[in-house]
């Protein structure tokens, strides 16, 4: 006598697909006008391992298994780990570099959005520096002018206790 928690165990969690010689019993009895139960049953096979071979054959006929939806993937495994030693290495690279790094080593043809997709799906983000304007002499002297006359700044007031030099423009 087995317990229900054995066959539990025996019927429960994923597994490989059913071979072609499986489904063909699960149409046969369809067909033969047995319930999604009673084939279960018959072939200890789950309900909704039944329900779904049914379902898929009603439309297309066929048990066989289809092609996956969408477009393989571009970068194979190989690819993806030199892209990211690539980048890891020296992170100021730009995309094109890197595309034409990845051709030269590895032979795959990518374009720099490629690659800058593949680095996004791996966590690098890439992100434009912000600019900066260069302050020159002359700049400065401005700038502190401007915040002198507007503000009342003076260096002793935000450095009462660090020793201030002389600043002379």
Known sequence: MQTA???IGE??????????????????G???????????WLLN??????SGIITKWKPLGTTATQPPS???????????RMLKRTVRRSRQLSAESIAKDLQTWCGLQMSPTTVRRELHGMGF??????SKPS????NAKRRMSWRKACCHWTL??????????????
């Not at 019927?11 to 046969?28: F, N, T, Y």
């Not at 369809?30 to 279960?40: A, E, P, Q, T, V």
């Not at 302050?135 to 002359?138: A, Q």
Request: charged letters at 25%.
């Open 70 to 80: 969408g477009r393989p993937r571009h970068m194979t495994g190989r690819g993806q």
């Open 45 to 50: 096979i789950p309900r909704s391992t039944v």
């Open 135 to 138: 302050i020159t002499k002359c």
């Open 11 to 28: 019927r429960m969690g994923r597994s490989q697909e059913l071979s072609d010689s499986k489904r063909g019993p699960v149409i046969g």
């Open 125 to 130: 983000h890439v992100r434009a520096a912000a």
């Open 156 to 169: 002793e007031r935000y450095l009462p206790d660090c020793i201030v030099p002389s600043v002379t423009f």
């Open 30 to 40: 369809h067909l033969g006008n047995k319930s999604i139960r009673d084939i279960s």
């Open 5 to 7: 928690s054995t066959n």
